[in-house]
């Protein structure tokens, strides 16, 4: 079992994963930086998408009325890399049709002097319409991120 | 972004009262609500006394229990010593199942007694149709309006 973080370190973490929500959902999508890194990678059933546009492009798939997202349940743990942290978080999307969906994020956040910032991001849909068509999170597979 | 400014102590118990106002409001206990509130506090504008007035009487009328909140994705920024500015989250979950969504923005002050507690709370019921049973509604929160202190 990896190292438990700094506390500040989780608390960091944490706000970072919530402002991405907040971000999203209010379409600030200049600020994206602010929590992803150049070298942002998100992996999804939909398919792979890069940096800040491909976030973008990811969460528009929605439609015209995106979902509200919501984190909840996030682990922290360090990684190898004393640069690098991974997370495992439950997110739940709320519809414009007052539907709930969740699922599973996986997480590998960089560590900066701003603030940490998300370098990969792997969404594993959980119920339905997701399905585990990418498999479903577990112990093993949040420990392989960053490993 | 930097988050420096607030301990972890500050962050662990600002968190709390967000957790607290939830079981405050699903509850109807309004004797409590001084542990969520200062006294001069403001909720969309208004003075807490007046705005519990109207919850107090909502509740009263209602069949059910208020739908249970559940609070979700803080953010905090320290705008000034003893000042922090909270972006939060909400959902709740209906009788019928059904879920809905909307966000809180606060200024929390350090109280005379040392504790966190929310000066001036606006709640927004987020991305909602015509029909909603609360009305329409759509996003009107930002990044800088979170990062600007209340009223300025």
Redesign the interface.
């Given at each position: 079992m990896a190292a438990e973080p700094a506390?500040?370190t989780v608390?960091?973490v944490e706000?970072a994963l919530?402002?991405y929500?907040?971000?999203v959902?209010?379409?600030?999508w200049e600020?994206l930086p602010?929590?992803l890194a150049e070298d942002f990678t998100l992996v999804a059933p939909a398919g792979s998408f890069a940096g800040a546009p491909g976030a973008r492009a990811y969460e528009e798939l929605a439609g015209e009325?995106?979902p509200?997202?919501?984190?909840?349940n996030t682990q922290v743990e360090t990684t190898a890399d004393p640069g690098l942290v991974r997370a495992w978080s439950r997110y739940?999307l709320?519809t414009?049709e007052?539907?709930?969906r969740a699922g599973d994020y996986l997480d590998l956040l960089r560590l900066t002097g701003?603030?940490p910032r998300l370098v990969r991001r792997e969404v594993l849909p959980r119920g339905a319409g997701g399905q585990f068509r990418l498999g479903h999170a577990s112990f093993e597979r949040w420990r392989a991120v960053g490993a | 972004m930097s988050a420096a400014a607030i301990s972890a102590a500050d962050r662990v118990a600002i968190r709390a009262v967000l957790a607290a106002y939830v079981q405050v409001v699903d509850n109807a206990d309004w004797e409590h609500v001084h542990e969520v509130f200062t006294p001069e506090a403001r909720f969309a504008g208004q003075p807490l006394a007046k705005v519990i007035e109207g919850w107090a009487a909502m509740v009263a009328s209602r069949p059910v229990p208020l739908f249970p909140h559940q609070c979700t994705d803080p953010v905090l920024y320290a705008v000034a010593p003893g000042v922090v500015r909270s972006w939060s989250k909400f959902f709740t979950v209906r009788t019928d199942g059904t879920i809905t969504s909307g966000d809180y923005l606060d200024t929390f002050v350090r109280h005379a007694d040392g504790r966190w507690r929310i000066r001036e709370r606006q709640a927004s019921l987020g991305n909602r149709p015509e029909s909603d049973p609360f009305g329409p509604s759509r996003r009107s929160f930002t990044t800088t309006l979170w990062r600007t202190a209340a009223g300025e």
């Amino acid at each position: 079992m990896a190292a438990e973080p700094a506390i500040e370190t989780v608390h960091a973490v944490e706000q970072a994963l919530a402002l991405y929500d907040h971000l999203v959902d209010n379409g600030e999508w200049e600020h994206l930086p602010l929590i992803l890194a150049e070298d942002f990678t998100l992996v999804a059933p939909a398919g792979s998408f890069a940096g800040a546009p491909g976030a973008r492009a990811y969460e528009e798939l929605a439609g015209e009325h995106l979902p509200a997202h919501h984190v909840i349940n996030t682990q922290v743990e360090t990684t190898a890399d004393p640069g690098l942290v991974r997370a495992w978080s439950r997110y739940l999307l709320v519809t414009w049709e007052y539907e709930a969906r969740a699922g599973d994020y996986l997480d590998l956040l960089r560590l900066t002097g701003d603030g940490p910032r998300l370098v990969r991001r792997e969404v594993l849909p959980r119920g339905a319409g997701g399905q585990f068509r990418l498999g479903h999170a577990s112990f093993e597979r949040w420990r392989a991120v960053g490993a | 972004m930097s988050a420096a400014a607030i301990s972890a102590a500050d962050r662990v118990a600002i968190r709390a009262v967000l957790a607290a106002y939830v079981q405050v409001v699903d509850n109807a206990d309004w004797e409590h609500v001084h542990e969520v509130f200062t006294p001069e506090a403001r909720f969309a504008g208004q003075p807490l006394a007046k705005v519990i007035e109207g919850w107090a009487a909502m509740v009263a009328s209602r069949p059910v229990p208020l739908f249970p909140h559940q609070c979700t994705d803080p953010v905090l920024y320290a705008v000034a010593p003893g000042v922090v500015r909270s972006w939060s989250k909400f959902f709740t979950v209906r009788t019928d199942g059904t879920i809905t969504s909307g966000d809180y923005l606060d200024t929390f002050v350090r109280h005379a007694d040392g504790r966190w507690r929310i000066r001036e709370r606006q709640a927004s019921l987020g991305n909602r149709p015509e029909s909603d049973p609360f009305g329409p509604s759509r996003r009107s929160f930002t990044t800088t309006l979170w990062r600007t202190a209340a009223g300025e």
